[in-house]
């Protein structure tokens, strides 16, 4: 057994005691070959700091294998050490044989850094020594679609899929389908879901496939990858908002409902969940549990205006006035919407507090001015109120405008004239 089998199996077993020593002897009696190999698997069992040593080793022994300087290299820049892991690589000529995976070890630091287009122009450079090398267009592809070149990145992927369903750990079938999404040819998308169907199997891929189906509008579709999504990580939060859509487009409110119930579960900071179950709640007539979900979504985010908003129409529904009222006395003018003035004003005539529904009434008509349901709401409060008449009169006069063929606010009209 050579020493680097030796130290190889004491980390494997966790024994440390020894690995300076073994190190030390491995790299004055092992072959090259087997060092090689040594470098190879500490990398890998992330003890890199072993690892700089053999390599560091080997350099010294065969100053002129360049390809032992790409790997120290790829190291020296993984743990930080910028500055002399460019060193290395930018001191590899082009004639080398490891030029060219210098090249590529420079273009993913400069992509990871943020760099894309330094990275680009090292992948354009390896490109032209090795024109038919997948690896470098999968690295163009996914740079350009980072940058938002999708039309170039598409192109490449399309060729990669030719070859290949895979490459390393990405789906190109994924990348193909969402880089036509990006482009806006969602429809062109649908059909290669459809194709390759089979060949969505990671998790991450049925999520997109589900989304693009949605958008399309095949909601069965959509709701079979969702589903699978689900099966596969319940707590996949982003699937449910989705999958609520999906059921909503079928008014299927038990399923919406179900599907907003099962997603705030997993994340009860989803503001959409709130409201979208509550609304079906509401629909199915479970007062009970649309007024539930809307006041637990309110604890999480009281600024939420759409659940506030669904709360006070629910209570206007449920003749529960006051608490309507009640939803909105720590906010000001300013931060109310036109309906909650409106909301408001129908609380307060039911309760009888003419003077506050007059006001919230007239606080609200700017912006329901030519919203003919208001408009007879605000006609027939003002109609019963003491000198009126001329702001009855103006309202009947928008209103008809607005719904002509009403009889009996025309004869109202009449009556005052």
């Given amino acids: 057994m050579s020493y680097s089998e030796k130290l190889l199996d004491a980390i494997e077993n966790q024994d440390f005691s020894q690995d300076k020593i073994l190190l030390k002897q491995a ?3 092992d072959e090259p070959e087997v060092l090689a190999s040594l470098a190879e698997n500490l990398t890998s069992y992330g003890f890199t700091n072993l690892s ?26 993984n743990d930080g050490d910028d500055d002399d892991g460019l060193t290395l690589l930018y001191n590899i000529l082009p004639d080398s044989s490891a030029y060219l995976d210098s090249l590529l070890v420079q273009a993913d630091y400069y992509q990871t850094n943020g760099l894309l287009e330094t990275a680009r122009d090292k992948l354009l450079q390896a490109l032209k020594l090795a024109p ?27 060729d990669l899929v030719k070859r290949q369903k895979n490459f390393g750990e990405t789906n190109l079938i994924q990348r193909e389908f969402q880089t036509m999404a990006k482009l806006g040819q969602y429809e062109e998308a649908s059909e290669v879901i459809k194709e390759h169907s089979a ?18 509008g095949d909601d069965d579709q959509a709701i079979k ?37 099962a997603g705030l579960a997993y994340n009860e900071l989803d503001e959409t969940l709130y409201s979208m179950g509550a609304k079906a709640a509401a629909n199915m007539n479970e007062l009970d549990t649309a007024e ?15 659940l506030l908003m669904q709360l006070s129409n629910l209570y206007i529904h449920e003749n529960k006035d006051q608490e309507n009222i009640n939803l909105f006395k720590d906010k000001s003018d300013e931060e109310l919407e036109p309906q909650a003035h409106w909301n408001m004003a129908i609380s307060y005539e039911n309760l009888d507090k003419n003077d506050k529904a007059r006001a ?35 309202l009947l006069d928008r209103y008809l405008k607005l719904v002509p063929e009403d009889a009996e606010m025309q004869d109202l009209y009449n009556d005052l004239i």
């Fill in 27 to 29: 790299l004055d009696n």
């Fill in 52 to 77: 700089k040593e053999v390599y560091r080793s080997l350099i010294a022994k065969f100053p002129k294998e360049d390809l032992f300087k790409v790997y120290l290299a790829e190291i020296l820049l």
């Fill in 132 to 158: 038919e090398e997948d690896a470098i267009k999968f690295g163009l592809a996914e740079l350009d679609y980072l940058d938002g070149e999708y039309e170039q990145a598409l192109s490449l992927y399309r």
């Fill in 199 to 216: 060949d969505i199997l990671d998790i991450d891929s049925k999520y997109q496939a589900g989304l693009i189906m949605l958008s399309v």
């Fill in 225 to 261: 990858y969702l589903d699978d999504v689900i099966d596969q990580s319940p707590d996949y939060v982003n699937a449910y908002p989705l999958l609520a859509q999906a059921y909503l487009h079928k008014h299927d409110n038990e399923q919406v409902l179900r599907s907003a119930q």
């Fill in 292 to 306: 539930d979900l809307l006041k637990k979504g309110l604890e999480i985010a009281p600024d939420n205006s759409d």
């Fill in 360 to 394: 919230e009434f007239l606080l609200a008509y700017p912006d329901f001015q030519k919203n003919p349901e208001f408009l007879k709401q605000m006609i027939r409060f003002f109609n019963v109120e003491p000198n009126s008449t001329d702001i009855v009169k103006q």
